[in-house]
């Protein structure tokens, strides 16, 4: 959370810097002071420390008070270990686990649940009127696309994943008001995918990204869904970026199906698991 506000700093407001300032020199204090001795500290009107907290994607004062309590709690540390090439099988075992355990409850604490509504409602609301739905990876982020038409196709939705640029590209050109793209990227400076992003906006579709903040993509995206780590996006294998990747589609596939409500998808869900009986071994 600490780092996502440090990368947003020359976004923001002149007021809005001062508060970001206030949270980055004491997070503790600022997760229990009172709006009025906040706006104080930061020289700022109480409207300015809210405006700032929705600034970076949180409901309100409250919302960010109570993420970044969790994100400074000792009780959630968040240690990312290099696996070192004399490491023995053991310690390979506990750093791929650890790493990818502090990640997923880092997220937990910083994750902007405002964004996450805001990006599941747009889902939602393109199913109800039968429009596209699609998805945008390349490389390790290619993969997750597939996993995530996968997963919005088990609930009826209308979806494809791409993870060719050439493919994206002429897709994104076919895509018009009430479509909703999703384009996932640990970099978010994948050319190919920027292309297809500003295309997809161009033509009037709404824009999902699930990137690191800062990056071209971030800025690019009418909704983005912050995906941040220590873990360099130039790694040769990404491990850590695309379990978060993958869990952030979970989540945003559980509060889509709540939105489309059981009454309609269990039954449907029934029938599938039913149908899909006959494939298997007694």
Same mark, same amino acid.
């Given at each position: 959370?600490?780092?996502?506000? #440090?990368?947003?700093?020359?976004?923001?407001? =002149?007021?809005?810097?001062?508060?970001?300032?206030?949270?980055?020199?004491? =997070? +503790?204090?600022?997760?229990?002071?009172?709006?009025?001795?906040? %706006?104080?500290?930061?020289?700022?009107?109480? =409207?300015?420390v809210v405006r700032f907290c929705r600034s970076m994607g949180y409901d309100g004062l409250s919302d960010f008070k109570l993420k970044l309590a969790g994100s400074v709690s000792e009780g959630v540390p968040f240690i990312h270990r290099s696996v070192d090439a004399d490491d023995k099988t053991g310690d390979v075992l506990v750093k791929v686990i650890d790493n990818a355990v502090a990640a997923f409850l880092k997220y937990r604490n910083d994750a902007s649940t405002f964004a996450i509504e805001k990006a599941a409602?747009?889902?939602?609301?393109?199913?109800?009127?039968?429009? +596209?739905?699609?998805?945008?990876?390349?490389?390790?982020?290619?993969?997750?696309?597939?996993? %995530?038409?996968? #997963?919005?196709?088990?609930?009826?939705?209308?979806? $494809?994943?791409?993870?060719?640029?050439?493919?994206?590209?002429?897709?994104?050109? !076919?895509?018009?008001?009430?479509?909703?793209?999703?384009?996932?990227?640990?970099?978010?400076?994948?050319? *190919?995918?920027?292309?297809?992003? *500003?295309?997809?906006? +161009?033509?009037?579709?709404?824009? $999902?990204?699930?990137?690191?903040?800062?990056?071209?993509?971030?800025?690019?995206?009418?909704?983005? !869904?912050? %995906? *941040?780590?220590?873990?360099?996006?130039?790694?040769?294998?990404?491990?850590?970026?695309?379990?978060?990747?993958?869990?952030?589609?979970?989540?945003?596939?559980?509060?889509?199906?709540?939105?489309?409500?059981?009454?309609?998808?269990? =039954?449907? !869900?029934?029938?599938?698991?039913?149908?899909?009986?006959?494939? +298997?071994?007694?």
């Amino acid at each position: 959370m600490l780092d996502r506000i #440090k990368a947003s700093m020359p976004s923001l407001a =002149p007021a809005e810097q001062r508060v970001a300032k206030l949270v980055l020199g004491d =997070p +503790r204090a600022f997760a229990t002071l009172p709006v009025s001795q906040l %706006a104080d500290r930061a020289h700022v009107s109480k =409207p300015t420390v809210v405006r700032f907290c929705r600034s970076m994607g949180y409901d309100g004062l409250s919302d960010f008070k109570l993420k970044l309590a969790g994100s400074v709690s000792e009780g959630v540390p968040f240690i990312h270990r290099s696996v070192d090439a004399d490491d023995k099988t053991g310690d390979v075992l506990v750093k791929v686990i650890d790493n990818a355990v502090a990640a997923f409850l880092k997220y937990r604490n910083d994750a902007s649940t405002f964004a996450i509504e805001k990006a599941a409602e747009a889902l939602a609301s393109t199913y109800r009127t039968g429009r +596209r739905i699609e998805f945008y990876g390349v490389g390790n982020s290619g993969v997750v696309a597939l996993d %995530a038409q996968h #997963k919005f196709f088990r609930l009826g939705i209308n979806t $494809i994943s791409y993870s060719d640029g050439h493919m994206q590209v002429m897709s994104a050109t !076919l895509l018009g008001p009430g479509d909703c793209v999703v384009v996932i990227s640990n970099s978010g400076r994948t050319r *190919d995918l920027m292309d297809a992003c *500003d295309i997809a906006r +161009r033509n009037g579709a709404t824009t $999902i990204v699930i990137t690191a903040t800062g990056s071209p993509l971030a800025a690019a995206g009418q909704i983005h !869904l912050a %995906a *941040d780590h220590p873990e360099g996006y130039d790694r040769y294998s990404p491990m850590v970026s695309r379990l978060l990747h993958l869990m952030i589609i979970d989540v945003l596939a559980t509060t889509v199906a709540l939105r489309i409500g059981g009454g309609r998808l269990q =039954p449907l !869900l029934r029938e599938m698991k039913n149908n899909l009986r006959t494939k +298997r071994y007694a």
